[in-house]
Nanobody
């Protein structure tokens, strides 16, 4: 069974930083792309960042230059380093594996206060 567990969400002041982690099990981690999505209340879930099995990264324009996605295949963990946080970044952040719409973590809440 596939299990993705996010952690690291918190309440932070605007301009602050957080690092989210997603620990994966039940998959061949190293061959799967991994992604971070977020969903704010009343809004659609959106892709924030993605990292391919080969380490190529993609970012939403809204976070480019502020967020960095990385992966540690030995730890089967993907990270999202978030800097210069804005109130608009407030959302539940979800981990995704393999670009599959049915492989999600439970989410971790990020709240950025102004």
């Amino acid at each position: 069974q596939v299990l993705l567990v996010e952690s690291g969400g918190a309440l932070v002041q605007a301009g602050g930083s957080l690092r989210l982690s997603c620990a994966a099990s039940g998959i061949m981690f190293s061959i799967n792309a991994m992604g971070w999505y977020r969903q704010a209340p009343g809004k659609q879930r959106e892709l924030v960042a993605r990292i391919s099995s080969g380490g190529r990264t993609t970012y939403a324009d809204s976070v480019k230059g502020r967020f960095t996605i990385s992966r540690d295949n030995a730890k089967k963990t993907v990270y999202l380093q978030m800097n210069s946080l804005k109130p608009e970044d407030t959302a539940v952040y979800y981990c995704n594996a393999g670009d599959r719409h049915d492989w999600w973590g439970q989410g971790t809440q990020v709240t950025v206060s102004s």
